[in-house]
Structures are given as structure tokens and as C-alpha cells.
């Protein structure tokens, strides 16, 4: 069985692959990917963010990654940060657009925002 040798990831990416394939007759509005990218990354992420741009043709696609690739093909993007403070974990989410985003898939890059991180991020979106 395919689930007791596959990682997560790999199980994930069967279900994207799945839903890619059955997308127009798929009734279920909106569809959640947890690092459906995890383990993978260059060419591999760029193939996934595609499907998944595909596949938001016809479903709400929710997706978390930490790969620049992926979230580049987002049509919105949302950044969530944790933070601990007097010993409570608080988690925020907030929508990016425009610069904060494009240094957010910078980040994501090169774990920087220096000036050939930022072009590479805006190559990024701007494809």
C-alpha cells in the first residue's frame, strides 16, 4: 500500500496530482495542501506550483510552503509568523502584496533580502 511507504510529502503530492487529473468533476470547492512541496526543490517546485496554479482554475486552493516557487504562483499570499511572548505562543497572519511581498519571496529564497535576492523574487512573480 502506498501509504506505508510514502512520507507525507510524497502522499501529498499523489493527492495533487490526483486532483489535477479529476479537477473539472471535482465537486469540492476548496482544497488544502499542507508542504505539498516538502523534500523537493528547483525544477520539482516549479512543476508544483504549476499544478497547483492549475488546479486553482476550478477549487479554492489553500497552500502551505516555505518554497519561493510555490508561493510565487499565488494570486494572494499570506505570511504567518509566531511569536512567544510572557511564555504564550501567538500566531499572526497577514496578507502581503506588492514590496512586502516581493521581499517575503526573497526571503524565502536566499534567507535575505539583498539586492539580487529581491530581483530574483521579482523575476519570480513577474513569470
Do not use: C, N, W
Request: net charge negative; charged share 20%.
Amino acid at each position: 500500500p502506498l501509504g506505508k511507504g510514502a512520507s507525507g510529502g510524497e502522499l501529498s503530492r499523489v493527492m495533487l496530482a490526483l486532483e489535477v487529473v479529476l479537477a473539472a468533476a471535482d465537486p469540492v470547492p476548496t482544497l488544502v495542501f499542507d508542504e505539498v512541496d516538502a523534500g523537493i526543490g528547483g525544477a520539482a517546485a516549479q512543476a508544483i506550483g504549476d499544478a497547483l496554479r492549475e488546479l486553482a482554475r476550478h477549487h479554492q486552493v489553500f497552500v502551505v510552503t516555505h518554497l519561493a516557487q510555490v508561493a510565487a504562483v499565488a494570486t494572494t499570499q499570506v505570511s504567518v509568523t509566531k511569536s512567544v511572548v510572557d511564555a504564550r505562543t501567538y500566531t499572526s497572519a497577514a496578507s502581503i502584496s506588492g514590496e512586502e511581498r516581493v521581499a517575503e519571496i526573497a526571503r524565502m529564497l536566499s534567507g535575505s533580502t539583498s539586492p539580487s535576492a529581491m530581483e530574483h523574487a521579482r523575476e519570480l512573480l513577474d513569470a
